[in-house]
């Protein structure tokens, strides 16, 4: 089992900047391509950015390129999204999640999944 727990969420303006965290416990994530979804108030979860088992490819979502930054730390069992010139449309709850060895951008593929951690952008 691995439990993921988020944080780093919080209100900020738009065009700020937020850190997102992801830290694992239970069992070591070099094993898990890691991601980060987000799911904004009345639509359905989505995906926002992956990164492979050593960092060396990561994955976005259109909208989100170019602004935004998946990074991990395997030794220190972490994952993070970097959020740059955040946008009123970045509000969301954003979840990481894991899944064994392979990329993938569908929800039901993911083994495990964070609580989620609450983004707000104010115009």
């Known amino acids: 089992q691995v439990q993921l727990v988020e944080s780093g969420g919080g209100l900020v303006q738009a065009g700020g900047s937020l850190r997102l965290s992801c830290a694992a416990s239970g069992r070591t994530i070099v094993s898990y391509a890691m991601h980060w979804f987000r799911q904004a108030p009345g639509k359905e979860r989505e995906f926002v950015a992956a990164?492979?088992?050593?960092?060396?490819?990561?994955y976005y979502v259109d909208s989100v390129k170019g602004r935004f930054t998946i990074s991990r730390d395997n030794a220190k069992n972490t994952v993070f999204l970097q959020m740059n010139s955040l946008k009123p449309e970045d509000t969301a709850v954003y979840y990481c999640?894991?899944?064994?060895?392979?990329?993938?951008?569908?929800?039901?593929?993911?083994?495990?999944w964070g609580k989620g951690t609450l983004v707000t952008v104010s115009s």
């Open positions: 990164i492979n088992l050593s960092g060396g490819s990561t």
């Open positions: 999640a894991a899944n064994k060895l392979v990329v993938v951008t569908n929800l039901s593929d993911m083994d495990y």
